[in-house]
């Protein structure tokens, strides 16, 4: 996969507060919410056979592949599952994967991801280097393949910007937004960042996550 990035460096001290924010957000994350992590994993342990974490092959800034933590919410064997449900895909231009339904998602799987709790083992992302608090959400390699093939343009700006565990996909529809609008909404992300922005974003995100509003 070959792509080509141009960096254009903007607001060199904002960049430095948006670092500051996500080692120090992160940071007392990770620290208020380990009791809840740990009980999470616990439940997890306890309702379906298979590792507590789900690690996968993501695409960062500039295309570098990254493995991206989450809680583990579909069964084992998951990915291998896919290929046998990809003709009930329900998910605008198919780029993305997205079914109501799921079968492969496991009875704990379905609150941890309507609840976005599911995500919070990227907080160790964050620390690591490889993800931002805000940023457009790193897509799956199948994702990545279909939106190059069909949106690369549009696409390799998106991979100029740090992936972030939320964003404005996430605060206006979530898995109801089609790929077409998530281009669109990175795209406005990457020309209008300011650290106000994404304090923005994280504030209405804390709101759609307490309703639960698009997530499935």
């Not at 080692?23 to 306890?46: D, E, N, Q, R, T």
């Not at 897509?139 to 069909?150: K, M, P, V």
């Not at 990175?186 to 209008?192: G, K, L, Q, S, V």
Request: net charge positive; charged share 20%; hydrophobic share 45%.
């Amino acid at each position: 996969m070959q792509l080509s990035f141009v960096s254009q460096p903007r607001y060199r001290l904002q960049f430095v507060g948006k670092r500051t924010i996500d080692i120090l957000g992160a940071g007392i994350g990770i620290l208020l919410l380990s009791p809840l992590m740990l009980a999470i994993a616990l439940v997890i342990f306890l309702d379906s056979p298979g590792p507590v974490f789900f690690r996968q092959e993501r695409l960062g800034r500039g295309g570098k592949p990254f493995l991206i933590w989450k809680f583990r919410t579909m069964v084992v064997n998951a990915e291998q599952l896919l290929q046998d449900l990809e003709h009930l895909n329900e998910s605008d231009g198919g780029i993305l994967f997205k079914m109501k339904d799921d079968p492969r998602v496991t009875r704990v799987g379905k609150f941890l991801r309507r609840t976005s709790l599911d995500e919070l083992p990227q907080l160790f992302n964050i620390i690591q280097g490889h993800m931002s608090l805000v940023g457009p959400r790193p897509l799956q390699l199948r994702d990545c393949t279909l939106a190059i093939a069909e949106y690369q343009n549009a696409f390799t700006k998106r991979l100029e910007l740090l992936p972030g565990v939320t964003g404005l996909w996430q605060i206006s529809g979530r898995s109801e937004v089609s790929f077409d609008y998530m281009l669109h909404l990175d795209a406005i992300y990457r020309d209008r960042w300011s650290l106000w922005l994404d304090l923005w974003i994280i504030w209405q995100t804390l709101i759609v996550v307490m309703t639960g509003k698009g997530a499935y």
